[in-house]
């Protein structure tokens, strides 16, 4: 289909793959990047948590977990997916720190 209403062409194929399977044939590896960063965070906020021993490591967990489905959403979808995972992580690493 051309859009009739832009000022140049735009095709768009129903059959098209979605942007985030073009995004992984330009770089396989991001996805093993992003899996390998998050396990490493997570484990920091983790062991912060014990280590601190608070009351507060359920919450941790729960906003880590969260991020971590956020973050796996994030590679199959949008890059925004992933920093609103981020940002889930940096927050679980907030709660384990002030508490």
Request: glycine share 10%; charged share 10%.
């Amino acid at each position: 289909m051309i859009d009739p209403d832009s000022s140049r062409n735009v095709h768009r194929h129903l059959d098209a793959p979605p942007p985030a399977a073009l995004a992984a044939e330009r770089d396989p590896e991001a996805g093993l990047r992003a899996t390998y960063t998050f396990l490493i965070a997570t484990m920091v906020v983790l062991g912060l948590g014990l280590v601190l021993g608070t009351a507060m490591l359920g919450a941790a967990v729960l906003v880590t977990v969260v991020a971590a489905i956020v973050l796996v959403a994030g590679m199959s979808s949008a890059r925004t997916w992933a920093l609103v995972g981020t940002g889930l992580l940096g927050l679980a690493l907030l709660v384990v720190l002030v508490s």
